[in-house]
């Protein structure tokens, strides 16, 4: 079936340090979301992005976070500066539509820790 | 708030079935997915469901409640490679792009 690929799969960074997580969706959809899942804790929404814009984000989308996808190429999560709790796995997602019937397909995950 | 809960662990035998749960309190509702994660993989897509009742789709199945937020998937005919984590996740009213609130997944283990 269709993937969605995340690059790297691991990062180590240290705190303070800008970190950029790339994620290349299934090549037809138009609809890209970002979830962070802290180990032992469930997977939670930050953001989605439609058209070249921002559309919701969550309380934990923070101002150091920003996301794009420039000239669509990899849709990016950027984190400037990051912080200790910044530490999770993140997941990239990806959908043709949008609303209820529009199946989410997800990458792997990239996990990030900060040091 | 969103709210949605799984049992953190499940067992059954090879052969038989296992019933995973999930209940739910959302400020709306728009639907609910369940998915299928190993680890260090992607969660993969296997149903989703928004009117009440069963839905069968072979080797997986699954049931909706509204009134009740609840719902579960059902696996029948168990195989060791069933062995996985199952996460439920619910679709608020709030968000037309489809934002999924997630349970912290129940990890099923099939044992022969």
């Known amino acids: 079936g269709p993937k969605v690929l995340q690059i790297p799969s691991h990062q180590i960074i240290d705190m303070g340090q800008m970190v950029t997580l790339n994620c290349d969706p299934v090549s037809n959809h138009l609809y890209f979301y970002w979830y962070k899942q802290i180990l032992g804790q469930q997977m939670e929404f930050l953001v989605n992005?439609?058209?070249?814009?921002?559309?919701?984000k969550s309380k934990l989308f923070k101002d150091q976070f920003s996301v794009e996808r420039p000239d669509g190429s990899y849709f990016t999560l950027k984190i400037q500066p990051t912080a200790l709790e910044d530490s999770a796995v993140y997941f990239c997602?990806?959908?043709?539509?949008?609303?209820?019937?529009?199946?989410?397909?997800f990458g792997p995950g990239t996990r990030l820790t900060v040091l | 708030g969103q709210g949605v809960e799984q049992p953190d662990n499940l067992m059954s035998v090879e052969g038989t079935f296992a019933r995973v749960n999930c209940t739910y309190s959302t400020s709306g509702f728009n639907g609910l997915s369940w998915y299928q994660q190993r680890e260090g993989h992607a969660p993969v897509f296997l149903s989703y469901?928004?009117?009440?009742g069963l839905k069968d789709s072979g080797h997986f199945s699954t049931f909706l409640s509204r009134s009740n937020g609840y719902s579960y998937l059902l696996l029948t005919e168990l195989q060791i490679k069933d062995s996985a984590s199952y996460l439920c996740a619910v679709r608020d009213q709030g968000s037309a792009l489809g934002r999924l609130h997630f349970g912290a997944g129940t990890q099923l283990i099939v044992i022969p």
């Open positions: 469901v928004v009117l009440d």
């Open positions: 997602a990806s959908s043709l539509r949008a609303g209820g019937y529009a199946e989410q397909f």
């Open positions: 992005f439609y058209n070249g814009k921002v559309m919701e």
